[in-house]
């Protein structure tokens, strides 16, 4: 340890290790006078702290530096030192609270939604603007620029992000002109035309209004706080502490504060084992970008701006032989790339070997997990295992922000409840689902699932209770959303609600909600209907004009309509806006509403505009979780002090996370005006990591595979796996399986064998005792959908409505030519293809297809007409009656007190006194071969049912064929018999083949009268791997079929 010199002429430069905790290291000094020669003065003065100023790089810091002095400060009852944040969680949004001169003069910081509207309404028109010459030399369409208005909003974030680069770094925009390559000079001409909208036409924009950037305005008060301390140097110490000066104007504030009289610096883990050559090549960077990955350049540079050496930093706390091995072993891992050849003679280096390395490791483990869900149990019990001991604390520090969010959900099991200080996107809380989902149905009417998602949503109200509007959503599904086809629209819904009750009540059939759902429900769902239609009124003129708008005019209306779909019993929204997930919104909105952008748009951009907007917006959680547990992102760590902590995530791409470079300027650009390379990120994330990996309990983490994909170890992992060798990595990563192991094991169950085959076998009084024909096949192939619906009286929930598709198309071609069948038109009538054809329109309008669907559905439909009326009259003088759409009548099967019944599509009589039976099909299934041999029986059946006089307009009537008639989607109509196949070679005549049916038929049913013959699941599936069946599910095929049990049936 090493206190001040008076009067020695240096600055008082300190730094406190990796291994130490910063902040109470920090404090502690302090108030032992180790920082400042004579200050405090007397600890049991309660003023004796209060004349100092210090700095500390966040917010969180600043408050923990306040807790960590009142409880090391021996007067009960004192006057803190002032301590003023350089950032706001990042030093690039640093806020002072300093009188110095001229701060009051400076022109506020633009708001960020303000600023990206007025970017955008810049950038959308500048395609039209290109010169002639640049449209000439690259053609339009070569020019990557915005389509939407959302598309510049997008590109007015990059180019924000650029713009506070630029002015974070002090560069220059009136260099642009003179950096173009010349390989590149035609290309910059675009970029350089593009930039010109920050170079010449936003600044005057700022002056307008009188606002500035953000970056910019945080450098005039940090350089105004500069000038205050230069010109009027406070009588009290005044100390920057743990800021590595990242950003220049905040290292000329460090530099000042160093020079002061009563100033001291303290630094975050300075490198003080890296050897002279190693450290020389950090202020040699260049044009390497490895080298601005360094955890230490930042560092070196701010050093260089104090004008002071490595050597001048002294060391505030010293560390036990453990941590300062391990302090070595990182920085040794973590040096520049160029000088990693000495690696090489670490043998010879008594620090280094591996008595000595295996004692510096002792206190890290390393869980390297197979995905992404084993990582985050394993880091939650890793976090529970040190919470086990009721003094220490833990955290998470990650990156990634889906871990984190894992790790909380893992946590929860626990018991745990854990804040994620990185907080959430603002788009993904539940107060602005509410707002997209309205948004989203009000302007893209017609996806049901999105208007569900806001029927159910546990935020709305519409004035009422929240189960009442529950009830009454899910009442709506079932009599509105389920079944058939449709487009429902939130402004419409009282009519789409009722169009869908008419049709319900005109089926032939009762709906499967006609049951459970009585009248009272379908008032209440009624006057859902009613209350959302009147509720999004504010935004129906936008939509049905599709008009032009700005921002505040759709603003004000699109929270008129969320309010009035958050409005509870009494009126009021201050439930809605309570907390941080509804304050963060409302401001949100109010910085819309009160946006002067005056930027216009079509009305129908607004949903991916208020995607665009809400984009960057985070919400950031009260403090109220364990209080011994904390989640951090890198920034919000830094500083912070925990027992054992976990840092996760640690893969390539995670962090560090992957370098990008904005759409604007490449790195050579961006070296020539004095840009940082994004590999400067990496250099903060590095430090970062290296002071982590000072805590005394580190537990590494990683996932082999994310996104299904296999990963790569952070660069830093891999680096200090090299220096510490393999027996020591090997014995890291067996501590760390212990939490792998618990992680496989915690949610491990006996083994249970494997379910057999249900074949439930319920009392022979019980089962069916009346069939369709086309249930016969399912009786067949899986008996258990038998048991299920006919039995157990189950049905399942219908699909969401759906746009029209190949199911309906073909019921709508059946039903023309049904009714042209009916309506016994001669087909061999010179307007034949007339009538058809307005068959056609009259069911065309009748079905009111989507625009779209009917200019796909339609000519298909008039190609079919000349091939369906030739194929007509090509049998034409063999059929003496038509007869379309006809039901047959119960008949018993063999004395088994069961019946039979069945629909055709179209029955022929032919003059010779025998009938054709006819199914018209779109698709190709069944084949004629599966209804040959009886796989598909239904057309066998039916002309059982015909010889026995089942269908009474016909009689009982002999068949001569049975006959699929197929139509294709080019229009072409062909007739496939079912009697003969070729492979195996088989011919049989139609009433044969009904007689097989009807008496395997017989055999089937009468083996179902045995008490002990059960419902199999699955007896005979048309496909082993097709398992959607409805009640598949039910039937736990998933499971047995897993196991192996598949009774030794298979599909065809």
């Known amino acids: 340890m090493c206190a001040s010199r008076p009067g020695d002429g240096k600055q008082r430069l300190f730094s406190i290790p990796p291994g130490q905790p910063f902040l109470p290291a920090f404090a502690k000094a302090l108030i032992e006078g180790r920082l400042i020669e004579g200050f405090p003065g007397h600890p049991s003065d309660p003023l004796a702290l209060a004349s100092a100023t210090i700095y500390v790089p966040t917010r969180r810091a600043a408050r923990a530096l306040r807790t960590i002095l009142v409880d090391l400060n021996p007067v009960k009852s004192a006057i803190l030192p002032r301590i003023s944040p350089l950032g706001d969680v990042d030093e690039d949004a640093a806020f002072f609270n300093a009188g110095a001169a001229g701060v009051f003069d400076l022109n506020p910081p633009i708001g960020t939604a303000e600023r990206l509207l007025l970017l955008a309404r810049l950038i959308r028109p500048w395609r039209e603007s290109l010169p002639s010459h640049v449209r000439a030399l690259f053609g339009v369409d070569d020019v990557s620029v915005p389509a939407t208005t959302a598309d510049a909003i997008w590109l007015a974030r990059d180019l924000a992000a650029l713009m506070d680069q630029v002015e974070t770094d002090g560069a220059k925009w009136s260099k642009l002109t003179s950096i173009a390559p010349d390989d590149l000079a035609d290309w910059w001409r675009v970029t350089l035309g593009f930039l010109d909208i920050v170079t010449r036409l936003w600044p005057d924009i700022l002056a307008e209004r009188r606002l500035s950037n953000p970056a910019a305005h945080r450098n005039d008060l940090i350089r105004s706080e500069v000038k205050r301390l230069r010109d009027h140097p406070p009588a009290g110490p005044v100390i920057a502490a743990g800021s590595t000066g990242s950003i220049p104007a905040t290292a000329e504030l460090i530099s000042t504060i160093a020079s002061l009289p009563q100033g001291a610096v303290v630094l975050p883990g300075l490198d003080r084992d890296l050897d002279e050559a190693a450290w020389k090549l950090l202020g040699e960077a260049g044009d390497n970008p490895s080298i601005f990955g360094h955890p230490q350049y930042g560092l070196h540079k701010l050093l260089q701006a104090i004008g002071a050496l490595r050597q001048d930093v002294d060391v505030l706390e010293d560390m036990p032989r453990a941590k300062r091995l391990r302090e070595r072993i990182v920085s040794e891992a973590l040096r520049p790339a160029e000088t990693t050849d000495a690696w090489g003679l670490l043998n010879r280096d008594p620090d280094m070997q591996p008595s000595a390395l295996r004692e510096a490791a002792a206190r890290i483990d390393l869980v390297e997990a197979s995905n992404e869900r084993e990582e985050a149990l394993a880091v939650a019990l890793a976090l529970r295992d040190a919470l086990a001991d009721e003094r220490k604390t833990a955290a998470l520090v990650t990156a990634d922000r889906n871990l984190a969010r894992r790790v909380v959900g893992e946590l929860a099991r626990f018991g745990i409840d854990a804040d994620d200080s990185g907080g959430r996107h603002l788009r993904d809380v539940e107060t602005a689902t509410l707002l997209r989902l309205l948004v989203e149905t009000v302007f893209n009417p017609g996806d049901p699932v999105a208007l569900l998602a806001l029927v159910k949503h546990p935020l709305l109200r519409l004035g009422g209770a929240r189960i009442d509007r529950r009830l009454a959503g899910e009442t709506l599904e079932l009599v509105a959303f389920r079944g058939g086809t449709g487009r429902a629209g939130i402004l419409d819904l009282p009519a789409f609600f009722e169009r869908r009750l008419k ?550």
């Not at 769902?525 to 708008?549: D, I, K, M, W, Y």
């Not at 250099?683 to 005394?696: E, I, P, T, V, Y």
């Not at 054709?916 to 299934?925: A, H, L, P, R, V």
Request: with cysteine; proline share 7%; glycine share 6%.
């Open 503 to 1052: 049709e319900s009540a005109d089926q032939p059939w009762q709906p499967a909600w006609h049951t459970t759902v009585t009248q009272d429900m379908i008032e209440a769902a009624r006057g859902l209907c009613e209350s959302l239609s009147a509720a999004v009124e504010p935004l129906a003129p936008f939509v049905t004009a599709n008009r032009r708008t700005d921002i505040g005019e759709i603003a004000r209306a699109t929270v008129e309509v969320l309010e009035n779909m958050a409005r509870d019993e009494t009126g009021s929204v201050a439930a809605f806006y309570s907390g941080e997930r509804g304050e963060k919104l409302a401001s949100f909105l109010r910085g819309l509403i009160s946006s002067e952008a005056e930027l216009d748009f079509e009305a129908m951009e607004w949903p991916a505009i208020l995607d665009a907007l809400m984009a960057g917006e985070t919400v950031k959680p009260h403090p109220g979780g364990h209080p011994r547990l904390f989640i951090w992102g890198a920034l919000e760590a830094r500083l912070q002090t925990v027992d054992a902590i976990v840092i996760g995530g640690l893969n390539e791409g995670s962090w560090p996370t992957k370098t990008r470079n904005d759409p604007f300027m490449s790195r050579p650009m961006k070296a020539m005006i004095a840009l940082d390379p994004p590999e400067r990120r990496t250099g903060l994330a590095a430090h970062d990591f290296q002071m982590a990996l000072g805590m005394d309990h580190v537990v590494l983490t990683r996932s082999q595979r994310s996104d299904n994909a296999p990963t790569v170890p952070s660069r830093w992992l891999q680096r200090l796996e090299t220096v510490l060798g393999a027996d020591v990595t090997n014995e890291m990563r067996g501590r760390g399986t212990r939490f792998i192991h618990w992680s496989r094991e915690i949610d491990r169950a006996e083994d249970v064998p494997f379910v057999r085959k249900p074949e439930p076998a319920p009392p022979v009084a019980a089962r069916p005792k009346h069939f369709s024909v086309t249930e016969i096949e399912t009786l067949r192939r899986d008996p258990y959908a038998i048991f299920a619906k006919k039995i157990l009286k189950l049905r399942p929930l219908e699909p969401l409505i759906r746009d029209p598709a190949a199911a309906e198309r073909g019921t709508l071609f059946h039903d023309i030519l049904g009714h042209f069948t009916q309506a016994a038109i001669d087909p061999l009538a010179p307007d034949a293809a007339e009538k058809l054809m307005e068959l056609g329109r009259i069911l065309f309008a009748d079905m009111d297809l989507p625009l779209e669907i009917e200019a796909v559905w339609w000519p298909r439909f008039t190609a079919l007409i000349p091939q369906f009326l030739q194929w007509e009259r090509e049998r034409a003088y063999k059929v003496q009656e038509r007869f379309a759409e006809i039901a047959s009548q119960k008949r018993e099967v063999e004395n088994l007190g069961i019946t039979l019944s069945g629909r055709a599509d179209r029955i022929d009589l032919m003059r010779d006194g025998t009938a054709e039976i006819i199914d018209y099909k779109t698709g190709s299934t069944p084949s004629p071969k599966q209804a040959h041999v009886l796989l598909s029986p239904q057309l066998a059946l039916e002309a059982a049912l015909l010889a026995r006089g089942a269908f009474l307009d016909v009689g009982p009537v002999r068949a001569c064929d049975l006959t699929y008639v197929r139509l294709k989607a080019a229009g072409e109509v062909k007739p496939e018999s079912i009697l003969k196949i070729s492979r195996p070679p088989s011919e049989k005549t139609a009433p044969a083949l009904g007689e097989e049916a009807w008496q395997r038929l017989a055999q089937l049913l009468a083996e179902y009268q045995k008490p002990e013959k059960g419902y199999l699941s699955r007896a005979l599936p048309f496909r082993e791997t097709d398992l959607t069946g409805d009640y598949d599910h039910l039937a736990r095929v998933l499971e047995w079929s897993a196991g192996g049990d598949s009774g030794g049936e298979g599909g065809e």
